[in-house]
């Protein structure tokens, strides 16, 4: 029995037990754990199935005339030595692509051995990156109360969070305050995540969230003002209470929420008890999605809500913020490109990239326009593609290397969600053939004149390890399983702020919506999470049947559709999917869930645009428009 814990890009990093078994490796919630408490989600099993599974790559694998051979572990790093040799007097046309398919401290090496070269990054992000700007321009850091805090609120409002297909651990939590009585509010566009967890919804257009809370605070501080201290923790408060005054009706207009909505929501801000808000990952992916995140903590923060036990606004933690990574401050990758638009990025990069090392992440699938991301990594001289599936992504590489999954290495892992930081413990052995990314590329920079040198693992956790956020050594992880990092319970406490001059910065604008045209595509094409995958981390057994899209029937019937077989039509494209008519949608919606391989009959990254969130780099996603039309038109 080991306990270690699970690395995938999932908010909860739960501490999980693992059993060896006939049919591999037997996974379960370490019952010891204080926050994740012996339970875990069905993406578990999964993960299982993805660890020996048939299609799983056992060999580097070279493309040669278009056809895929299979080469020993001394070729592979052979060819990448030479070709890292070739590139290297212009190190900027080395292109690493790291995302967060495996995370851990170890595996984020690879950042040290890129930036070591010299080579090129990315900047911006597919997700969170605009929440993060927005948290951390307000707060000066990213920090949020300890998330079972959340016990001692006396309301919770769940602000977009989808608590039926996201943290379990946090959907625990709400099921535990409903069960004592505390009132649960959700505000989505869709009801469907509100299910069983909820005691009022409020339905918002997408995307306007911004428009509601300024509309809820224009409703507080009309009822109680502003605290002094409160108005004292603040920068330039003035300006944005003129901002404010400048408000008006349109903003329900904009949101789609009532009077009554505005009223419901301001009865529990306004006032002395404790009210909670609970940010959802979707919020951010919106052309405003940084003032989607900001109005919202405005909210919290001017009615009195922030520094505060059972208050406070959680959007997330950064995972590596109690870990010591000295790599990051030491050394820099010799430019980035932007993230999201990578195909455009790749095209007008001076001096040009040549060679592209990929892991963790899958472009051809999960960035936007991925057609053309795929068709511009496929032009380059030499694609190297570390994964343990033939993904969309690898299918345009040049060189694939297979490499170990979870619980087949050691590492650490932090949480944007709890406090705790876990040892991923080796749980059973890589396949045969399969190597870990830190021998690959410790291997590899051996190869190389002069050589690139990594820290060892048991060097790299150690020095981790020595945050000065963390009290436990490694010996203590690895018989224990987790440490603590030494927040305390509340977040800023005292309304101190994590900029230089501690104050809370409020946001100095609120953009209209975006005008949309009648051009044809009247539905906006929602994205979202699956419950039982991690992003594109699907087995292709998996991946059966077309992809489903949810609508509410009256729009159904509104465009003479019927569910069944249509096509999804964006000015991108087309892809064939199953209409579905689900009453709890938005109107104006067509929903998806994401994940799906473009060459299996998914992959709906290829028909959304690339359009930039005010900040943070991130992709709009949830700003494309669409159609629904009959198979047959
Ligand atoms: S995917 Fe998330 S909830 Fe599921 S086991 Fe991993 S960390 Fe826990």
Redesign the pocket.
Known sequence: MTITA?T?D?P???SLVAESGVDGLRLRGNPDHPFTRGF??P??DVHRRRQISPHRLRSPRLKVDGRWQDISWDEAMGLCAEKIALYRDEPRSILHVRGSGNRGVIKALSNLFFRRLGASGLHGSLCDEAGIAACTEDFGCLRTNDISDILNTSALVNWGRDLARGS?HTAALVRALRKKGVPVLTIAPGEDTAKGFTDHFVRVRPGTDRFLAAAVLREVLRRQGIAPEVGAACRDLAGFEELLAGCGPELLEWCGATPADVALLADHYAGPMPVATLLGWGLQRYCFGGQNVRFINALAMLSGQVGRSGGGTYYGLSSMANFELPWKTETAYGRTLLMPDLARELRRADPPVRMAWIECINPANQFPEAAEVARALAGLDFVVVADAFMTDTAEVADLILPVALMLEQEDVVGSFLHEYVQLSAKAVEPPQGVRTDHRILSDLGARLSPPVTLPGPEEALRQALGSSTLNGSLEELRSRGYVRSTHGPVAFEGLRFGHADGLYRLPPRLDPPMTTMDDGYPLQLLTLINRRF?HSQILPEDQTGEPVVSVHPRTLEGLGIEPGAGWLVTALGRLAVLFAADESMHPDCAVYRRGPWGKLGGGVNRIIGFVETDMGGVGAYYEQRCRLERRGQ
């Open positions: 699970c995938l999932c909860d990093a739960c875990a989600c993406k578990l379990v991690v």
